[in-house]
Each structure stands twice: as structure tokens, then as C-alpha cells.
């Protein structure tokens, strides 16, 4: 009988490692949702009423971002810009080269340049820093994507969905801007619709995040100015 309890408790262990190591992809993105979504409900109150002042003299100068993101689209050059909210986002920085700079257009634009060795991946922007450049990120499982996107507006719609980062895509194809936050991908938006965007996103209430998000729906929001007009697909 001790033997028997034996195997079975042996065979067990081994299953339970053959499950983890199975299934560890669809594990760690649960943990991650797990995590967003906890951090999303638990935000602290007191960091947000006592200290907006202090926030409001250190957040992050979107100006250079979107400069950049502008020259960039107009020699159709790619790039994929993530700005962390909530999190410094550091297991995706650890995959790319440390930068640690403060953000400006110019080392933007020296990073995303065709000829730089850093220009492949993404940026991640963490308290007005560069954080690190030539990150890897996760590509979204959603299979009901239009065949235009490419890999870096999966990879901005990937991130969002297991993090609260706002993700900003320069299209190398087009040269047209996009935005993605919570799973949902804004394309093709002028260079106001950009400021207007990531000044909600990353710096206006709860509430009206909340009512642009209800507003919108589920969808990721597409407008092709070759072939679709103000369409929006799932």
C-alpha cells in the first residue's frame, strides 16, 4: 500500500511539472492579466488625490513623442513606442538594451533610424525615461485582425492586452500613426487626434477614460483611408 502511495504521489508530482511546462504560456498570460487587472481596481487613492500635484510637474512631455512619431511617418519609417503607466514594464525591458535617457525627439528618431542596430523593436518609456530600446514584445493571440497589420501593431495590441501601457505604432508601410491601449488599436489618426488620445490615456480621470472606453465599445477602431472609411472590427 506504501508502494502504491508512492507511485502515485511520484506520478503526480511529474504530471503537475508536465502541466506547467505545457501549458506555461497560457499560465504566465493569465498571471499577467491577473496582475493588470488587480493593480487596475487597487490603484492607490491617496497617490492620486495627495500627490497630483507632484504628478503633474514630473509626468511624462508627450510633445517629443508625437514630433518624432510625425517625421518618422513622413519617411515612412517604422516604430513602436511604449509609454508604461503602471508598471515599469520590466520584464519586456529586459529583453531589449538598456538606454536609461531622458525622452527627446532626437534620440528618438536616432533610435528608430533604419540604420541603427536599436531600431528594430520597441521603445519602452518609464518616468520621462527611456528605459531601454530593441525590446521584445508579446504578439496577441487574435485571429480576427485585418492582413494589413503587421507585426508591430500585433505586438502594441499583444502588450495592452496583459498591461496598462499605451502604445504608440508608426506604420513603415504607410507612415501612419496608431494608437493602442487595452487590447483596442486606434489607426491611422492625425497628429491631434495622437495628443488628444495620449493626454486621456496617460493623464486624465478614471471616469472619463472610462466613458471614452464605453463609447468605443469593444472594437479596434480602423479608419484606411485607401480602402476603409471609420470602420470598426473585432
Known amino acids: 500500500m506504501a508502494l502504491i502511495s508512492t507511485?502515485?504521489?511520484n506520478v503526480m508530482g511529474i504530471a503537475f511539472i508536465a502541466i506547467i511546462i505545457i501549458f506555461q504560456q497560457e499560465i504566465r498570460k493569465f498571471l499577467l492579466i491577473t496582475v493588470k487587472n488587480t493593480s487596475h481596481r487597487n490603484r492607490n487613492v491617496l497617490q492620486?488625490?495627495?500627490f497630483s500635484k507632484k504628478q503633474d510637474q514630473d509626468r511624462l512631455d508627450i510633445s517629443p513623442i508625437i514630433e518624432a512619431a510625425k517625421i518618422l511617418g513622413g519617411m515612412n519609417t517604422g516604430a513602436l513606442i511604449v509609454i508604461a503607466k503602471n508598471s515599469e514594464l520590466r520584464?519586456?525591458?529586459e529583453t531589449g538594451d538598456d538606454i536609461e535617457a531622458y525622452v527627446s525627439?532626437?534620440?528618438l528618431l536616432s533610435?528608430?533610424?533604419k540604420n541603427s542596430p536599436l531600431h528594430d523593436g520597441a521603445v519602452i518609456i518609464v518616468n520621462n525615461r527611456i528605459k531601454a530600446a530593441r525590446c521584445i514584445l508579446p504578439i496577441t493571440d487574435n485571429v480576427d485582425l485585418p492582413a494589413f497589420l503587421g507585426l508591430r501593431h500585433r505586438a502594441a495590441i499583444g502588450i495592452t492586452e496583459l498591461t496598462e501601457a499605451i502604445v504608440l505604432v508608426?506604420?513603415?508601410e504607410t507612415g501612419e500613426i496608431s494608437i493602442s491601449r487595452d487590447g483596442k488599436l486606434f489607426y491611422n489618426l492625425s497628429a491631434i487626434e495622437v495628443r488628444n488620445k495620449l493626454n486621456l490615456y496617460l493623464f486624465g480621470k478614471e471616469e472619463d477614460i472610462e466613458k471614452e472606453v464605453s463609447e468605443s465599445a469593444d472594437v479596434i477602431s480602423i479608419t484606411n483611408a485607401d480602402s476603409i472609411s471609420?470602420?470598426?472590427i473585432r
Open 91 to 93: 520584464l519586456y525591458a
Open 7 to 9: 507511485i502515485l504521489g
Open 230 to 232: 471609420a470602420t470598426s
Open 48 to 50: 492620486r488625490f495627495v
Open 170 to 172: 508608426v506604420s513603415e
Open 111 to 113: 533610435i528608430f533610424n
Open 105 to 107: 525627439k532626437r534620440l
